[in-house]
Each structure stands twice: as structure tokens, then as C-alpha cells.
T-cell receptor, first 114, second 115 residues
Framework: EPEVTQTPSHQVTQMGQEVILRCVPISNHLYFYWYRQILGQKVEFLVSFYNNEISEKSEIFDDQFSVERPDGSNFTLKIRSTKLEDSAMYFC????????????FGPGTRLTVT | AQSVTQPDIHITVSEGASLELRCNYSYGATPYLFWYVQSPGQGLQLLLKYFSGDTLVQGIKGFEAEFKRSQSSFNLRKPSVHWSDAAEYFCAVGALSSGFQKLVFGTGTRLLVSP
């Protein structure tokens, strides 16, 4: 069964450093998403991406964040200068073009900023 | 704005007993509703979804949920809980914005299963 994959599973970085979180969505999906979950809190929407551009972003997704689909398979989230409060689990999701609107989630990347 | 409320933070159920997890949503139009499960250290797995039609939907692992428009609810049920069901359960509503959907999640309910 096709699945969304994410790398790395755990990333530790120092405050102020740049990080890139990588995702490989399901191959025939066209809509891509990033969500995050701060420890003990709910899952929050960050950004949606379609046709090589951002379709919607949340208030969390400020200028420090960017997304890119550099090739036909990867979808990345970059945080330019990490802050302590960026520590969270980051989930990538994708969905197809059908009417089901199901989003399929990857296993997540745990980002720890020290 | 869309929102989802899961009033129970923790629930403990004995193995073999029935389960109901509550979810209430706020959304102006007909909602797309989902239940996801998250096992410790794992990602989010879709249990079931509701878009239209029959208000009682069946999902994986023996779960079902009932959409009640009059109560703005989408409660998750299972007739007999297994120890492996211990996990965190998230209700979510799909919010359409310019045709692109994001999911708005509730705060989750942690299910503990006692022997």
C-alpha cells in the first residue's frame, strides 16, 4: 500500500540553525500539506501546496518557513532560523484529486531545538 | 472559523467494554469529518470519514461513528475494546477554502485500556 514517508525521523538542531524536513508524498497525489504537533497539544495546520505554489498558510507559517517541491517526488519544509518554540513533531500529508478529501499522513519528524 | 471540541482528555475503558469518544464541531457548511488514531511515536492513521449519505459510517479496526447534524457531533464508537486500541484519538473537520482543504483537529482523547 502506498504511503507517505518522512526523513529524518528525529532532528536535533541548535537555535538559529536552518533545518530542512523532507517528505515523499504518495506518487499520484497532487495536494501536499504540513502540520505540526507541539508535545501534548493538538495537530495544527501549517501550509497547503498545490500546483507548485502555496494555496493556504496559517498564522504559524511566517517568513521563517518555506516549502518547496524540488523534484517530482520530494516535498520539503525549511525553517530558516529555528527557535526553541519550533520544537514539535512535523507531519507531512498528501491527498489525491478525488472527492474523498482523505489526507494521508507520514510518520512525522520530531524536531528538537536546543 | 471551523473548530473541533473533544471534551474528554483521557478515558479509561476495561478491555472488552464498549467505547464512545465524543466530538463536536463548528462549521458553517456541510462538514467533512474524520477520525484519526495516533499510537505512541507513530503518525496519524485514518480510522473513518464522513462526507455525505448514511450518517453511520464504518471504519477500520471495528470502529464506527455517527454524524448527527442537529447536535453537531461525530462520536466514535466501538462495541468491544481491545488492549491494542490504547492510543490517542483525534477528530478533525475538513475546512474548504478556495477549494483546498485543510484539516482542523480537536485536542485529542487519550484512551487507556485496563485489563
Amino acid at each position: 500500500e502506498p504511503e507517505v514517508t518522512q526523513t529524518p525521523s528525529h532532528q536535533v538542531t541548535q537555535m538559529g540553525q536552518e533545518v530542512i524536513l523532507r517528505c515523499v508524498p504518495i506518487s499520484n497525489h497532487l495536494y501536499f500539506y504540513w502540520y505540526r504537533q507541539i508535545l501534548g497539544q493538538k495537530v495544527e495546520f501549517l501550509v497547503s501546496f498545490y500546483n507548485n505554489e502555496i494555496s493556504e498558510k496559517s498564522e504559524i507559517f511566517d517568513d521563517q518557513f518555506s516549502v518547496e517541491r524540488p523534484d517530482g517526488s520530494n516535498f520539503t519544509l525549511k525553517i530558516r532560523s529555528t527557535k526553541l518554540e519550533d520544537s514539535a513533531m512535523y507531519f507531512c500529508a498528501s491527498r489525491g484529486t478525488g472527492s474523498s478529501y482523505e489526507q494521508y499522513f507520514g510518520p512525522g519528524t520530531r524536531l528538537t531545538v536546543t | 472559523a471551523q473548530s473541533v471540541t473533544q471534551p474528554d482528555i483521557h478515558i479509561t475503558v476495561s478491555e472488552g467494554a464498549s467505547l464512545e469518544l465524543r466530538c463536536n464541531y463548528s462549521y458553517g457548511a456541510t462538514p467533512y469529518l474524520f477520525w484519526y488514531v495516533q499510537s505512541p511515536g507513530q503518525g496519524l492513521q485514518l480510522l473513518l470519514k464522513y462526507f455525505s449519505g448514511d450518517t453511520l459510517v464504518q471504519g477500520i479496526k471495528g470502529f464506527e461513528a455517527e454524524f448527527k447534524r442537529s447536535q453537531s457531533s461525530f462520536n466514535l464508537r466501538k462495541p468491544s475494546v481491545h488492549w491494542s486500541d490504547a492510543a490517542e484519538y483525534f477528530c478533525a473537520v475538513g475546512a474548504l477554502s478556495s477549494g483546498f482543504q485543510k484539516l482542523v483537529f480537536g485536542t485529542g482523547t487519550r484512551l487507556l485500556v485496563s485489563p
